[in-house]
């Protein structure tokens, strides 16, 4: 539709987006990945320092102890949140009363922001352990699952949308023909809608897989890393913290450790976009198979 | 697109006992989705002496105070709730308009284009979309910082910038399926590619305007780390903010205002979710299948 000469379209169509996008991302991705072989405070004053926050970032303890939390937490939600998800999308899709309400339902913590429900959940789990004359702050025990909690409510409405859309897309004659051979209630859900569910089961894992590695405002707002203790090296340990949120305080508790704080981020940045290709890696070979 | 639609209970449809057991099993679970929005409902009309004594406990003669927390929160103290809720509003609905009007003018022309820049965008655009925020946060503050975008009008170019990239790829997937001929016949009978783009593919669009539309309003709405790095706070907050600075003032927290809060807050929400409810679910799935 374009020829190469078109200038003042392109002017008009792509430049408001593609000067905004230099500022909102070009731009700051770049520089950051330049400012984490960089020791600075601000932007201005960087010195080129080589690989040397990388180091010091793997010998930071709270770093490894908030990858360490973040990887178990990762695993566990994602496996809860999507059990829970298939297996109420399964049974609403079995037609029974009430099933638009309880979508209705179930979807709804979705819209409420991570800030507000971990404030909630905060009150919820503190009101609860004020009982046994505890809180949220003093056992990482209590955090950890209450941060469990919390995704598993928010998150298994919106995969359960996900599930009973996979669900309707499975084509009726199947059944019926599996029904027809002789086979059972359990082994037409194993051998039939399990395999044809297999796109959307892989889209959920990945989006809850990034959804929870991503998770920075419920764990802000739930237990903002408490309980700490003292490790080693003399720094505090957050014991509930993710990785976000500690690159956040690595950065912004301390000026001095910003350059590390940015080397954590690129480190993070790298396992988010592995966890893409994987994500792609498995999306292209099942498009292949069909 | 995949019409998501909870399969119709048709009226004919035999109940088994196991169907109705499930029936009661959800509803108890609905009861305990729902459960934590009564609760701060309920907490938001006691005092803080009240909250206090026992979160769970439903509000008595002695704790109740009505509306008086609402007030309060809503228009004294340092930052009055209503300007938070005005700027959290002009924010996200602005920011959505100037996302929804400029990635689809600009998907539409990377799509149709060849240029060799046209392909090195688009390819961007998709490789900002992995990006974790935590990797930009500090050098996007200092470029927004630089730039003088610390207000809500400034913030909404950041939006523009930081969403690009879903709302192009969404728009471009679209795009790739709407037959060339169409607009070659709109461009033989003269239209040029504005009136190409706004008589003929923007009403075309309109699905996805929607999806993109229900999906990056959710985002801005709820988004906290971006607006908190990037506004100047002493003069404007969003709710999340407000929120998260309350519950942070350790020793004077007020329970009870943030509550109050907390129930102004999530009902624009709620009403807005019952109002398109169709298309959030329509569109968070669109969202899904392509991201």
Not at chain 1, 117 to 146: C, D, H, M, V
Not at chain 2, 140 to 167: C, E, R, S
Not at chain 2, 268 to 278: L, V
Request: charged fraction near 10%.
């Amino acid at each position: 539709m374009f020829k190469k000469r078109n200038r003042l379209f392109f002017l008009i169509f792509v430049l408001p987006t593609f000067a905004a996008f230099i500022i909102g991302f070009i731009y700051p991705f770049f520089s950051g990945i330049y400012l984490s072989f960089c020791k600075f405070r601000t932007v201005s004053n960087a010195q080129f320092i080589g690989i040397d926050n990388y180091i010091k970032a793997f010998q930071n303890e709270g770093f490894l102890q908030s990858f360490w939390f973040t990887c178990v937490f990762v695993v566990l939600s994602v496996v809860l949140i999507n059990l829970i998800a298939f297996a109420v999308a399964y049974i609403l899709t079995l037609g029974i009363r009430g099933s638009n309400v309880f979508r209705t339902v179930f979807f709804m913590p979705n819209l409420i922001g991570g800030i507000i429900l971990g404030y909630i959940w905060q009150q919820i789990f503190n009101g609860i352990l004020q009982k046994y004359s505890t809180n949220l702050a003093l056992n990482e025990t209590y955090g950890f699952w209450g941060l469990i909690i919390l995704m598993c409510w928010q998150q298994a409405g919106y995969m359960m949308i996900i599930y009973i859309a996979g669900f309707q897309s499975v084509p009726h004659d199947l059944y019926e023909a599996a029904r027809i051979d002789g086979a059972s209630k359990s082994q037409i859900l194993t051998k039939v809608t399990i395999p044809m569910m297999a796109p959307s089961i892989t889209i959920c894992t990945f989006l809850t897989l990034t959804n929870s590695f991503k998770l920075f405002d419920q764990n802000l707002a739930l237990t903002n890393g408490l309980p700490g203790v003292v490790g080693a090296g003399g720094t505090t340990i957050y014991k509930t913290e993710m990785i976000a949120l500690n690159i956040y305080k690595t950065f912004y508790a301390n000026q001095n450790s910003r350059g590390i704080g940015q080397a954590e981020a690129v480190i993070f940045f790298v396992i988010v976009v592995v966890i893409a290709l994987a994500q792609l890696y498995f999306t292209r070979k099942r498009e292949v198979q069909q | 697109m995949a019409i998501v639609k909870a399969k119709e209970p048709k009226k004919h449809k035999k109940q088994t006992l196991g169907m109705k057991i499930m029936t009661i099993v959800l509803s108890v679970i609905s009861v305990f989705y729902v459960a934590p929005v009564f609760f701060v409902l309920m907490n938001s009309f006691k005092s803080n002496a009240g909250i206090s004594r026992g979160v769970f406990e439903l509000p008595n003669a002695e704790t109740f105070q009505g509306f008086q927390s609402y007030i309060t929160g809503m228009f004294f103290g340092d930052f009055p709730f209503w300007q938070t809720i005005l700027c959290s509003f002009f924010i996200t609905v602005f920011g959505v308009a100037l996302i929804l009007v400029c990635t689809s003018m600009c998907a539409w022309y990377l799509m149709r284009s060849n240029s060799i820049i046209c392909k090195i965008i688009y390819y961007f655009c998709i490789f900002s979309m992995v990006v974790p925020f935590q990797m930009v946060m500090f050098t996007l503050a200092k470029t927004a910082d630089t730039l003088k975008l610390t207000n809500p009008v400034g913030i909404l170019v950041v939006y523009l910038g930081f969403g690009a990239g879903l709302a192009v790829f969404m728009f471009s997937g679209f795009v790739k399926s709407i037959p060339i001929e169409i607009e070659e016949a709109a461009n033989v009978d003269g239209a040029g590619p504005l009136r190409t783009f706004f008589g003929i593919v923007l009403p075309i669009m309109k699905p996805t305007f929607i999806s993109v539309g229900i999906l990056e309003t959710m985002w801005i709405w709820n988004d906290y780390l971006l607006p908190y790095l990037i506004l100047d706070k002493t003069y404007y907050k969003t709710i999340p903010i407000h929120i998260q600075y309350l519950n942070g003032s350790y020793g004077h927290t007020d329970t009870s205002a943030i509550m109050a809060l907390i129930v102004l807050s999530i009902v624009p929400i709620i009403i807005f979710y019952f109002a398109c409810q169709k298309y959030i679910i329509e569109g968070v799935v669109a969202g899904a299948v392509k991201g």
